[in-house]
Structure formats: structure tokens, C-alpha cells
């Protein structure tokens, strides 16, 4: 199984709702990343775990909260999100170890987020 | 701050053309990957080169990683209309493994051919 899952694909919300985005590998990666990626424009790293621990936050708004339960589970909480939050949200993963990333990153398909 | 240029931005050609993409850097990276996105899909590597003069090929795909692994171009061959996508390269961001598995990005190409 070489492959990253993300749910829901698409997903409209509420500036008032809470949601969550769920990501799921189970290619043994130790590390996984949400990404926020807006229309023609390269990924934006939002949040990196590794081994299950959150070692990156990339001054992301609390509105966005992430949770890893397990090493294949990556989850998103949303609250309280803005219009201008609308993008594709991707989760990936990677072998990794340190920062000789040579095995690059297997990302999912992503999430269409619309926020109304 | 280790920056990755990507040239050109937009790239729109015919079926049977050939072009090159480039990614440049005043840094040096251990290793540079390279990404195809097609519109509401996640990017997919393509390939990564982590030798500095390596050439690897991928089909009508060629990627060269520059001797001093400062820089790196993608040449395509013949290209066809399922070429058309996003294509991005990216490095692993900090020397000495402190910055765990984060990847710098180029701003990426956005390649269109046409029938």
C-alpha cells in the first residue's frame, strides 16, 4: 500500500461550523504534514509530525489544530475558519530522517476546502 | 534562507515540442525532487537526484542535477498533451538535518500543450 487517503475531497463549511480533516497512511512513514496549497501556487507547509509528535508549527491560527492519534492517523480540526482559508488541503508523508529528505514526499489527493 | 527559483512560470506549447523547466538556488541542497500536479490532485514525485552532475531519465523525461547540487532542470522531449500539469521542485529545507523532512518548494511551472 504506497498510497496517502485523505477525507472528505471536497468539504463546504460555515465560518461558524467545526470540521475535520482526516488523512491515513500505512506505509510505516514516521512522518506526516498538512500542507495548504491555493490555486497554482506551490504547497505551503502548515504543521509537520514526526514520530507521532508535533515538531513543526509554521505560526498557523488556532483555528486549524492538528492530532495525530497513531502513527498511520493524521487528523485537521477546524473552528471558526475564514473565507480566505478556502484552499486544497494536502496531507503527506515521508520516510524521513533528519533533513536528508531523499526519499521525497508521498502526498494524498488533498481536500477541497470551501469556507462560506 | 534557502530559496528555490523555478523557472519558467507559465509554459504554453505545442504537442511535439520539447522545453526545459529550471530550478536554481544560491544554496546547496543534499538532494532536489521534482513534482507533477495535475488540477485537484495532490503533487506526485517524479523523480529525485541526489548527486551532484547526476542525470536520471524517466521516459521522454530528463532531470539533471547541477555539479555544485545548487540547481537542477527538467528537460521533456516530445511533449504530449498528458504533460500538462504543475511542476514543482523542491529540497529539503536546513543543512545538518535541523529542520526534520521540510521541504523548500519552488514556485512552480505551470506547463499547458496543446493538440
Known amino acids: 500500500d504506497t498510497e496517502v487517503t485523505q477525507t472528505p475531497k471536497h468539504l463546504v463549511m460555515g465560518m461558524t461550523n467545526k470540521k475535520s480533516l482526516k488523512c491515513e497512511q500505512h506505509m510505516g512513514h514516521r512522518a506526516m504534514y498538512w500542507y495548504k496549497q491555493k490555486a497554482k501556487k506551490p504547497p505551503e507547509l502548515m504543521f509537520v509530525y514526526s514520530y507521532e509528535k508535533l515538531s513543526i508549527n509554521e505560526s498557523v491560527p488556532s483555528r486549524f489544530s492538528p492530532e495525530c492519534p497513531n502513527s498511520s492517523l493524521l487528523n485537521l480540526h477546524l473552528h471558526a475558519l475564514q473565507p480566505e482559508d478556502s484552499a486544497l488541503y494536502l496531507c503527506?508523508?515521508?520516510?524521513?530522517?533528519?533533513?536528508?529528505?531523499?526519499?521525497?514526499?508521498?502526498f494524498g489527493s488533498g481536500t477541497r476546502l470551501t469556507v462560506v | 534562507t534557502q530559496l528555490l527559483e523555478q523557472s519558467p512560470q507559465f509554459l504554453s506549447i505545442q504537442e511535439g515540442e520539447n522545453l526545459t523547466v529550471y530550478c536554481n538556488s544560491s544554496?546547496?541542497?543534499?538532494?532536489l525532487q521534482w513534482y507533477r500536479q495535475e488540477p485537484g490532485e495532490g503533487p506526485v514525485l517524479l523523480v529525485t537526484?541526489?548527486?551532484?552532475?547526476e542525470v536520471k531519465k524517466l521516459k521522454r523525461l530528463t532531470f539533471q542535477f547541477g555539479d555544485a547540487r545548487k540547481d537542477s532542470s527538467l528537460h521533456i522531449t516530445a511533449a504530449q498533451t498528458g504533460d500538462t500539469g504543475l511542476y514543482l521542485c523542491a529540497g529539503p529545507k536546513g543543512a545538518g538535518g535541523t529542520s526534520y523532512g521540510k521541504l523548500t518548494f519552488g514556485q512552480g511551472t505551470i506547463l499547458t500543450v496543446h493538440p
Open positions: 503527506a508523508s515521508s520516510q524521513g530522517r533528519g533533513g536528508r529528505e531523499k526519499h521525497g514526499y508521498t
Open positions: 544554496s546547496v541542497f543534499s538532494s
Open positions: 537526484v541526489v548527486t551532484g552532475g
